[in-house]
């Protein structure tokens, strides 16, 4: 099993920025992507971006340049940042990992809420 705890959201006005940690414990050997998703009240969750172990990375594409993810390999956590905050960007922020080979999540942390305001 893997553990995934977030942190970092909070509230920003609009055009702020904020940094979401996601440190992952356990299993850690069984994992190779890690990522971010969101998801607001009555919607889908949707990915927001993923890094694997070896740094390759992969965005949603309307948020490319605005959010940056990073991982820290000997810390097993991954980053991310976030820029030009919009109100739209308010949601709950999911960490995920994914076992290699698998697209969809295997471990998915407790969610930490973002708030935008405008």
């Known amino acids: 099993q893997v553990q995934l705890v977030e942190s970092g959201g909070g509230w920003v006005q609009a055009g702020g920025s904020l940094r979401l940690s996601c440190a992952a414990s356990?299993?850690?050997?069984?994992?190779?992507?890690m990522g971010w998703y969101r998801q607001a009240p009555g919607k889908q969750r949707e990915l927001v971006a993923r890094i694997t172990r070896f740094g390759t990375t992969n965005y949603a594409d309307s948020l490319k340049g605005r959010f940056t993810i990073s991982r820290d390999n000997a810390k097993n956590t991954v980053f991310l940042q976030m820029n030009s905050l919009k109100p739209e960007d308010t949601d709950v922020y999911y960490c995920?990992?994914?076992?290699?080979?698998?697209?969809?999540?295997?471990?998915w942390g407790q969610g930490t809420q973002v708030t935008v305001s405008s």
């Open positions: 356990g299993s850690i050997f069984s994992i190779n992507t």
């Open positions: 995920a990992a994914n076992h290699p080979g698998d697209p969809n999540p295997a471990y």
